[in-house]
Structure formats: structure tokens, C-alpha cells
């Protein structure tokens, strides 16, 4: 909730968030998360066990090997020209060129990106790493970078997962990984955007790539945000002269800057709308009979949401089974083992192959978090949703922030793994939901996957029009001599399957490199033609050249 | 509420709105509104001519002449080569030469466009006006403009008031003006959309401004309406491929459409959220003792407004003297004649001449309503404002609609004037009001009005970053040689006076020719290229060539 610069020493080189916070199998073979950033830290999961060997044919017994560490052999030299690092050291900017600081910026987080690390390493990563720590020091490295003609790549928190970080390979230039995680003070205020990787991820990031926090219902996305952001281009400063809620002065500017993913130039300065921490906040969640009535319910809630406007965030619906039992088991009700009792012992009509939990979260004054709990619950009972408790829906925020953490033990014991998000008109969530999840397990199958997958989705927003849905997908890839690319294939047919479904190319992870490749389907030959305009009129030389969208 | 095509033969040829609705002073001399149209209709106003009078000096003896019909002789001869003729018939598409037809769409209804109509003719106007009835006869009609290289003006419902739609009179190719008011489908539902304009005005309109309802509160403005748009360029089609609430892949090319002014392209398809009608509507209005007091109530309001986004869709404040008393008088409160008995008796504390008015009205289901009333007039207590009733607010509400036909009543007398608008931070707000209707008197001074003018404003819609202002400015403009130059000047400097005071250009009027001159101002030059790129990408023969904006 606050602005924090990024502290590389905390994080882990090769994996999700902090060196502390982890899943591992204790001495007595318990799963357990490490550390204490978390409210899960210490507490032992007793079914985890059972339900990874189950769900992916995992065996404790056959573990992975990785890298303990960098080996700074394996890294690509730099290569910067001495005249530029004259210039450079003459603006008394920081910078480095040390292997560990390079490879940190040389990725985001995609599943392909982790598996280099851990087992090899980027054909090409940056030459070196500034750290500006005001908007004239960015000026002054882009000035350098057109002066020496040298690439720059803006980083911010590095949580990308759209390949958006990767250096292109073919790049011959002196790539400069431009850090700006240090340029945000810290601040006593709550913006109310959280986005999963909040801890992680920066506001020039946000903007950069049009994010969505989990608590937009309340505080709205990156762009409901934003009263003012300043960019520095190779073509020289783009801002407007004021800072007002709204105006009609031909397109809106701040929309070409935003979701430009590091193409154009580096945002310097942002005003964002901020508020008061709110006074008072109550979880809660409810168990559906099945994921039908449970997006039904979301429909209902998201048309009346604008009367409940002051105090619910959130809505996640996590689905379990869902037309593919039994071979699918959700990997969240793992985490619910309060939740299966309650529900086993007391409402046995449930089937809990089928079944599906949405999570709450009501922030606000106390009298309307009370009356909108009120009002959600009505709504739930009468699509048949059982409430669940305040701690199981306090468990289902804090996975989302935990779920990332999750993939790396799956690295450990060959099973790879990935989540993928769409938005999508109403109308359309359960085919798209449906046809999405079979398509996975129908891909796997054909690509001699010999273990069933795991193959869900949840509804993490909600909007008047339509929904946000992550999928998870993860296999085990034994007998897979290529697992990554037999995943990308996999992935890739899964998005071809959701644009087939009216779903778009993404509803807030952006395009990057890893979906640029449906960027002229998304937004039509023109479309991208007018960001292409807009591209090299801004960076004629293609300063800001991590080759992202076009 | 709902959209209908443009009937042009109930429309005034030289004055806004319908033939039958006018300010007329009755044989007793009584100002009175005709026709049925209103709910102001036939009500006779019985404190108007002496307002009108005392504030602008005018004399009902002093009456000016304007032309009773279009002089065809006058109107420039429409050139239009016999190939593209040719070609146009053979697509079966509707048009016409008729120097009726040409005139009425060669102008929106500024202050000086209103005045040539009145008192001599436009030197450029356009040659021929066709009526597409579908997107395919749109694309038609671009592609034998590319062919012929002609120049295209779209036109909606010519309630521009920037100069978008005045024909460029250096334009040396035929103009095509492509009315596509027709295109509309009526329809049951409401969209919430409520502009002041909404009668007349159209949905491509909307979204080529930037559009703004007065019910924006509950709907939205038009970004936040829109689903879907479709948009129709020299270089193809333009849109994306999903119906998704929100997506992030790149900048979001539908705020490269809007807000473009018809510089780009001819919007045809939008898809836009309906809601059904609300349940419940009930007006309000408080009486602030001062501007200053009702616009930190409004503050107040909006921050919490969230809270009431349920039902509150609108708060004008109008504002009295502020300030610049006791030359000028609101000209609103002539119509609030209830009101001010009831001030004058009950709260004699109030001085007339500063105090203001707030008009409110709440839809949604009943019990919101009553409870999001109670709640605003709880606050507004707090700030010295006393209930003023429904009947009062409802006044103020349809007053915004026959605002409009104030002027036409002016110019029979010797009186011109504008409305014109911006946005401003909650903290400019009081400065920038003070401040721009003190310049406005004082250039007034200067440039040798002998009467002293109107010169108020009220808040119109509010924001949690900020409000919407509108200013008021009228005067007299007897002994003035050439009135439209100097009012001209003035409304240039109040909004140089704007834009030093952190106001924008613009808040939903948009930018047109009007106001281009400060565009690089108001979105740097870098935003301004920008701009520039994309229109040279999508129409490189500037086929789109009203010349608005760049």
C-alpha cells in the first residue's frame, strides 16, 4: 500500500519475490511456507502434500536440480563504448555493470524466463544498469542514448509477464537497463491500487503497462488513477499543462502513454489520486454449487455494484473442477482446509468436485461495509451461495499475493506452470471459461503431456460489462525433452482459443513480446498502423527499442 | 434520453433549437418561452425584462433587424465535378446541393457563427451533403473521396460550439458533408448520456468531442460509456476485435478516436452501455449564502460521492455576484422567483447579491434516493445551505436546456453572448472563477463596452480531482462597430486568464478551430506531434480536412 524503492539484496536472483518467503517440504515432509512477511509464513498446509503428488503425478522423491547461485562466467559480457561512460560519469548518475545487477533486469516473470535462470542463461542481457533518481537525470540519459545511439530498456519493478524485460537478441547496440524503482518516495497515503505483484512492481510500470489492481471496484484502474504523467521521449517531454479530472483536447494523450509498455520513452512523474487508509475492512466469502450460478451471482453484484460502490473491492471467484472432474483439482482449496470441513460436514449437497468459492473484501466507513455485506450475501443466497466465513476469504486475498510463490516449488519437482488472464463480455464467461480449460487438457494430451494438467480459471474482476479471468495451467513434464516450448505451444493454442471466445489478448498483463504476435487481430491493421505513427514519430532511431507490441 | 435522427424542418435556420421554442417578449411585454416542447412553455417570466434591462442596459425599444430566411442568392454555389457525381449516383446514396441543406451544416453555434447567419453568409460552405444510412455507404463514400480528392466533413448534429464545423475557406476542393444523424437507430433504453445538447446532438458526435452529460455522476461520460467503435479512415477501418470492458494491449486506440473532432475518420458503429430507466427521480436545490460555501459543499460532496454514486447524478452550482456585485446579477435567478421569495422572507441573512444555488437531482431505486438525499442535504447543512426545494431544482435542471435559446433572444436586442467551459482542481476553483470573471469586466473596460457585462459562471459537474466550470458573458454591444471581434478578444483573453489560473482548454466543448491556437500549450509539443502522427499515418491527403485540432 506503500511506494517503496526496490531492494534487489531482498529478492530472490531466480525466482518470485523475497529470498525469506517460500514453499518448501519440512523434515516431516509438510508443506510449508517460510518467513514472516506473510500471514502464512510458518503454517504447515497438510493436504499439500497429498494434492501435489495427486494432482500432477509429483513425487517428492525426483526433485530438479538448479543453480544455487549466478555463475558470472555464464553471463554475456558488457559492452559499453568508453566515450558514453565519460558522458555518463559526468552526470554523477549511479550505474553498474555487474553480471548479478544486469541479470536482474534481463527478465519479468514468465515461466520461460525463471526456467533460463535456473537452468542456463539469456543470450543477450543489459550492458548496463543507470539509476536515475530524478526526472533531469532521465533526460539526461536519454539525451546520451540518442547522442551515442545506445538501446534503453525501462524497468520498474520487474513483475512483467508478457516477455516485456527481454533484451532482443539481435540488439548490436549497448543496451541500458534505465532502473526507476528508486525515483518513487515514500509516501503515508493508500492509492488503493493492488495489483499481485504490488510489492514488487512500480507506479511507472503501472502506467506503462495499464494495470488493474484487485481493489478497482473501489479505486478504479491505472487509468482511473492518473491526473497527470510526465514522459521523457527521444523526441523531448510530453505532459499536459494541468492537472485536471477531465478534458477534451483531441485524443487523450495520457492514453498513448499509457500501456506504451517502454516503447516511447520513461514516465518521470506521475500525480495519482490518493486517499485516506480506510477506516475499516471485513473479509468474507461464499461457497457456490457450482461455478455457473457462481458467475451468475458476479452478474448480479457488478450490475447493482455502482449501490455498493464505497466498500467492495473484490470478488474473486475461484473455481474448482468445473466440467473437467475428476481429473482437476482446484489448488486452492488446498488453502481452504477450514472451508472443506464446513462445507462437507454441513451443506453435503455440494459436490466438491464442482463446487466454487468467491472471496471478499468490503473496505470503507463501518456502517456501509456492513450494509453492502449485507446486500452481497442477499444476492449470493439467491443464486444458492453459502457463506463461508470471514478467515477463508482473508486466506483467499492473501493467496493471490502467495499464488507466485507457488510455481517455483512446482519448478523443484517438474512441474511448470503459468497463470494467464482475458477479459471478456459477460455473456460469454462460462463458454470461453469452458472452452479454454478443455482446450488446455485436449493441447496437453496431443503434445504427449503423460500426466493430466491442471487446467483452471477464477473471475478476479468485475466490471458492468464484463469480467477479468485468470487461467492456471501447470503440467508435469516428465519424459518432455523441451517442456518449455511443448508450454508455449500450449499457451499459445489456449489464447488463440480465447480470442476465438470473444475474450481480448489481455486484460491488464499487456502484450510485451510473448502476444505481440496478435496485436494486429486485437486492434485491427489501422489500429496498429496508429500506434506505429505515434512510435516513430516519438523515437525515430528506436531508442526505446525493447522491440514490445509492434 | 433517446436517440433520434436530426430532423432539420423543425429546426431554427439561423438559431438554436427547435422553430416553435423561443424567448419572445408577449404584447404586454412579459418575456415568455413558446411552444410545448418545455415544461417552460407558455410560462410567462415576470421579472425578465426588467433583468434583461438593468443588466445589460438593453432597451426593448432598440430592437436589430436579421434576415427572416436564407437568401439563396447568398449562399456560395456548390462546385461539385460531374465524375464524382457519376459515382455517388451510383451508389445509390442519398444527397444534395440545396443551398438550405449546405447552409445548415456549414456551422455549429458559436457566437460569430450564429451572428452571420443572422446578418450575412459564410464565404465557404459545403458543396454537397450526403446521407449515409449504414457503415457500407460510409466507406463508400470515403473511398470515392480518396478517388476524387475531396475534402469530408462529418457532421452529427451541429451542436458543435468550437468552429469544428465551419469549412476552412482556403479549402480549394469540393466539400462532402456527411451527415450521419441518420444512422441512428431509435431505442427504448436510456444510456444516461445527457449532454445539454442531447436533443439535438449524436452519439458519432459524442464520441468525435469527448462528450459530457450532466448525469455523468451515475452514467459516466462518454469514455466510460463506451464499449465498442467502429471508425471508418482513408487508410481502412479501424477497431478492435472484442467487446471486452477494459483490455490492455497498447495505447488504447479508442482514445485515439475520440476526441479526433472528424479530423480522422467518420465514427459508425458505437457500442454503447444502456441501462433501463430509472425507477425513481427526485430534484433538490440548496441555497448557499456564498459561492465560496456552496463549492466546498460540492468538494465535500464528491469526495464522498462514491458513497451516493448510486443516485446523484447532478449538481450545478449556480453562482450569483461573487465578488464582481453589484454590477452584475445572475441571470439565473430570474427564473428562481419561488426561491427568492422565500430567501427574502424566511433567511434574510442571505444577501441576494452573493448568494448562490445548487440544483440537485437523484434517479436510481427509491430507497437509495431518499437515503442519498438525506445524506446531501446533511452536508450541505454543514456549509450554510438551506433545502430550497424540488420545484426550484427542477427549474435549474431544465434550465440548462433552454439556456441555449437565451442568446437568440439577445441578439434581437443588441445583446451578445457565450457560454464556454473548463476544468479546474478542487483548489483552483475558487481563483479561477474570481479571477476570470474579474478579466473579463475589465477587458470589457478596455475594449469599450459601455455597458457593464454578465459576467458569472457556475460549477457543473464535479469530480473527486476537480470540477467543471462554466462562465456566462453577455453584454450590450451598441456603439460597438464590429462586436463580434471584440467579444472575440475577450473570450480569448478569459481563457488566457483560464489556462494561467490551471484550468484546461477544455472540459467536453473540445477544441475545433476555436480554441487550436493553445493546443501545443495544453499538451506540449511532443503531444501535439503525436497527434500530428497519427492523423498523417490515417489520412496522409487530408481527405478528413475540416482543420480542427492540428
Known sequence: MFFFPLRQELLKWNGWGYNDSKFIFNKKGQAEFTGKR??????????????????????LEHKTTSRASLNVNDVPPSIVNEEFLQDLRATKISYSQDAEDRVFRAHGHCLHEIFVLREGMFKRIPDIV????????????????????LCIIPFGGGTSVSSALECPEEEKRTIVSLDTSQMLAE??????????SMEFSSLGGWVATRASGMKKNIYGNIEDLVIHIKMVTPRGIVEKNCQVPRMSTGPDIHHFIMGSEGTLGVVTEV?????????????????FPNFERGVACL??????????????CLFLLFAKGHALKPQVASIFTSFLDGLKKFYITKFKGFDPNILCVATLLFEGDREKVLQHEKQVYDIATK??????????????????????????????YYVIGESFETSVPWDRVLDLCRNVKERIVREC???????????????????????????????????????????????????????????????????GKLRKRWMKESISDVGLGMLRSVKEYVDPNNIFGNKNLL
Open 38 to 59: 506473510y500471514r502464512l509464513g510458518g503454517m504447515v498446509l497438510p493436504t499439500f502434500k497429498e494434492w501435489i503428488e495427486k494432482t500432477f503425478g509429483a513425487s
Open 130 to 149: 543507470v539509476w536515475p533518481v530524478c526526472h533531469e537525470d532521465v533526460v539526461k540519459i536519454v539525451e546520451l542514448a540518442c547522442k551515442h545511439n
Open 187 to 196: 509516501s503515508g497515503f493508500c492509492t488503493g491500487h493492488e495489483p499481485d
Open 271 to 287: 500525480t495519482i489520486k490518493i486517499r485516506p487508509v480506510p477506516e475499516y475492512q471485513k473479509y468474507g466469502s461464499v461457497v
Open 299 to 312: 452478474r448480479e453484484v457488478a450490475k447493482i455494484l455502482r449501490a455498493l460502490f464505497a466498500s467492495i
Open 383 to 412: 443464486f444458492g451461495g453459502l457463506a463461508a466465513g470471514e478467515d477463508n476469504g482473508q486466506r483467499g486475498y492473501m493467496l493471490t499475493f502467495v499464488i507466485a510463490y507457488l510455481r517455483d516449488l512446482g519448478l523443484d
Open 445 to 511: 494430451k496431443e503434445k504427449g503431456v503423460q500426466f493430466a494438467p491442471l487446467s483452471t480459471c477464477r473471475v478476479t474482476q468485475t466490471y458492468d460489462a464484463g469480467a477479468c479471468v485468470y487461467f492456471y495451467f501447470a503440467f508435469n513434464y516428465r519424459g518432455i525433452s523441451d517442456p518449455i516450448h511443448v508450454y508455449e505451444q500450449i499457451e499459445r493454442a489456449a489464447r488463440e482459443e480465447i480470442l476465438a471466445n470473444g475474450g481480448s489478448l489481455s486484460h491488464h498483463h499487456g502484450v
